[in-house]
């Protein structure tokens, strides 16, 4: 059966979210500005096409975070948390990437944004803020060749 989405509210005041608030989602459209949601079956959002790091479909449901309510009352979401939180969650990507190829990858610095969104599901800028922190922390090395887990 096909969730009926005409009755979500499309414009709130300023402050019925606060910014990075965990909400959940469910896709209903997809548009050029990116993916339309469903929040907490209220409410409309957006999440723009250029935050979208992985592959969803119509009726997905998902936790979002509200980024913003933009001056006519529309509100942003994004499918990642905050940035520190975000590249927290990618420190267990990696470590667990790392495991995985036993201690040593070809992923680092040098790497494409293509193929870290395609492996982590991640900009560069977390990836890299993330091998940083790691490094900071004596969990991985950074090589001429990638990143390898510290024994």
Known sequence: MKHNFEHLIEHVDPDEFSRWEEVDLEIYAFSDLGIQVAINDEYTGLVYGNQ????????????????GIRD?????V????????????TFDKILDHLKEVGGKSEFGDKSSPEDIKREFKVSKKV???AIGGLYKQ????ITDEGIELVQ
Do not use: A, C, N
Request: hydrophobic share 20%; no cysteine.
């Open 52 to 67: 979208v790091y992985d592959k969803y479909h119509e009726g997905q449901k998902l936790k979002g975070y509200i980024t």
């Open 72 to 76: 006519d009352g529309r509100i942003d």
């Open 78 to 89: 994004s499918l990642q948390p905050d940035k520190g939180r975000h590249v927290h969650s």
């Open 127 to 129: 990836f890299k803020q």
């Open 138 to 141: 004596g969990k991985i090395k």
